[in-house]
């Protein structure tokens, strides 16, 4: 993910960042689970982003990972923040 999905993604110029994070406390104490957030300046890139290049990176990241993964997507807009 670290080597080839995320800078795969990050490099169609879509997205301002990412972050990824592990989950330290869950009910799913047989799995290590992971988050990726990606931030989007606006919605246009983020439909441009679905549209030209996610069917092809999902495409990617299924074949690549089958069977050792489930994903969700979900658009949250951030509403409040305290970062610098």
């Given at each position: 993910m670290k080597e080839i999905h995320i800078p795969d993604v990050m490099i169609t110029g879509m997205f301002i960042s990412y972050r990824l994070c592990r989950l330290l406390s869950h009910e799913h104490t047989d799995a290590e689970i992971y988050t990726i957030q990606y931030a989007v300046?606006?919605?246009?890139?983020?439909?441009?982003?679905?549209?030209?290049?996610?069917?092809?990176?999902?495409?990617?990241?299924?074949?690549?990972?089958?069977?050792?993964?489930?994903?969700?997507?979900?658009?949250?807009?951030?509403?409040?923040?305290?970062?610098?």
């Open positions: 300046k606006d919605m246009a890139h983020l439909t441009r982003y679905n549209n030209e290049f996610a069917p092809e990176l999902q495409r990617q990241h299924k074949e690549r990972y089958d069977g050792k993964y489930a994903a969700f997507r979900s658009v949250m807009e951030v509403v409040d923040h305290n970062e610098r």
